[in-house]
């Protein structure tokens, strides 16, 4: 594993949510009319597991550089950091999704103390996480560092916004924690979402990939293949303070992408998506993670029209809509919460890091971009450096959170291995490793593979760490 050695129908099949009762297609409650639990009743709720919400804007000013350009403006929707702080287990747990392409090594090192601090807890019970929008900052202060000592123009990885930005999202964590109100029920829902993603890596005769179909393709011929393999679709969490709503988290593969390098910051069609939802239930805070997406796109249902983005959206939000309605509510307290984490060495590729430093006194911004995170990652993985996968135990939930742009395998398989529970998985934690292929990938070659900073290693070390977190017997 994660070599997938079964079809997307018998994966469907196979991860069907059968302990909660819920299956794809099946009819289940709603929640507007699911079975109300009387939880005074239920001995778990003495020590009662609280929440608290934030969500603040993380729009950098224009004149900032975005990832790949200069910012001249910001769109109608701008950037938002979003998440959840759960008290009442051990020390808080942290999680929190941002509109930001990356954010890696050092800087997610000091992201995640700071939001650890900001409610007393340690930093290893902190995931933070990248939407991974292209119209967006990156954000590397050792990268920053790196450059800056070397006399070469730090460009997108100038810090000085994120600092800002950390004093706002570190003040508004602490300020949360003080509205904090109790958890006694969950929900876990999942749907099919049509015509959104598909596999961008299109593999030829000799098993190679050649070419391929990226987040916008223009030709109709690659357009017309088959979408591939995906994970086709959206899991939801919802948290409630008995009846009332109070949070909805979202996990979604495919690169989020209907067209880009504009100048203007904006969260896509997933912070779209998102928007949609928040409209639909405003008292609900939405927060959308972005799952195992290295290898999808949305290509073949995108050809770059501008219009797509509010289709692909629409389209997304449908499904969000529908997870949101076949969600099954049921009890939850302290004892059905646990976190835990796995430290991992991932196998650092050869010879990528001399390549990189003879290029950096003549380069732009788009190769700074694209390779001074893996750049920065390695050295740091050379010195013993490790990384975190962590995984939030909630009810008969499972949600991962994992570094880099992973393959969509990975999530597959996690999903596979414990078809009895809800798996859901973030990705883009971390985003120093960049991307994580599977074996097979590795031998089969392509944009990803050239691009990335481990080896086909990685694969067994990774579904390691991911089968402990998920207790798999196996």
């Known amino acids: 594993m994660p070599k997938t050695e079964f079809s997307r129908r018998d994966f469907l099949k196979r991860n069907a949510l059968t302990g909660l009762g819920i299956a794809l297609g099946a009819a289940v409650p709603s929640v507007a009319s699911a079975e109300k639990i009387d939880l005074a009743d239920d001995p778990r709720q003495s020590t009662p597991l609280r929440i608290s919400t934030f969500d603040i804007d993380a729009t950098p000013p224009v004149g900032s550089m975005l990832a790949y350009d200069p910012m001249i403006a910001s769109w109608d929707l701008g950037l938002r950091a979003k998440g959840i702080v759960l008290q009442g287990t051990d020390k808080p747990v942290v999680i929190c ?144 303070n008995g009846e009332t709503p109070v949070a909805a988290i979202t996990f979604y593969a495919v690169h989020p992408q209907s067209y880009y390098l504009t ?73 059905d919460v646990r976190w835990e984490t796995e430290s991992v060495l991932l196998p650092p590729a050869g010879n990528i890091v001399p390549e990189i430093e003879k290029q950096l006194k003549n380069a732009d911004q788009r190769f700074l971009t694209n390779n001074m995170t893996k750049f920065i990652w390695l050295k740091r993985r050379l010195s013993g450096k490790a990384i975190d996968i962590s995984c939030l135990h909630l009810g008969k939930a499972r949600m991962l959170f994992v570094p880099g742009e992973l393959f969509v395998e990975y999530q597959l398989a996690a999903k596979a291995f414990r078809p009895d529970l809800s798996i859901s998985m973030a990705a883009y934690g971390d985003y120093g490793p960049f991307y994580i292929g599977t074996k097979e990938a590795y031998a089969q070659g392509g944009y990803e593979i050239i691009s990335s900073p481990v080896t086909e290693n990685a694969e067994d070390i990774l579904m390691t760490a991911v089968r402990k977190l998920l207790h798999d017997k196996k």
């Open 97 to 240: 999704a941002i509109d930001w392409i990356g954010i890696a090594n050092e800087s997610y090192d000091v992201f995640k103390q700071t939001l650890a601090d900001a409610v007393g807890t340690d930093p290893q019970r902190v995931a933070v996480h990248t939407v991974h929008q292209h119209d967006a900052p990156i954000c590397d202060f050792s990268a920053e560092k790196y450059l800056n000592e070397a006399g070469i123009d730090s460009q997108s990885f100038n810090g000085d916004f994120a600092r800002e930005f950390l004093i706002r999202l570190k003040t508004a964590v602490k300020e949360s924690w003080e509205n904090a109100q109790p958890i006694t029920r969950m929900g876990i829902g999942e749907a099919q979402v049509y015509r959104v993603a598909s596999n961008r890596r299109i593999v030829g005769e000799d098993g190679k990939v050649g070419t391929m179909r990226a987040s916008s393709c223009k030709d109709p011929e690659l357009r017309d293949k088959p979408e591939g393999l995906i994970d086709p679709t959206v899991s939801l969490i919802s948290l409630w």
């Open 263 to 335: 100048q203007i910051a904006n969260p896509d069609f997933p912070g779209v998506a998102r928007f949609y939802r928040q409209l639909a239930l405003p008292d609900v805070l939405h927060v959308h993670f972005n799952g195992a997406g290295g290898n999808i796109a949305a290509g073949k249902y995108n050809d770059g029209a501008h219009e797509n983005r509010m289709i692909l959206a629409q389209r997304l939000a449908d499904g969000m809509e529908r997870a949101w309605k076949n969600s099954v509510i049921v009890p939850v307290s302290v004892k």
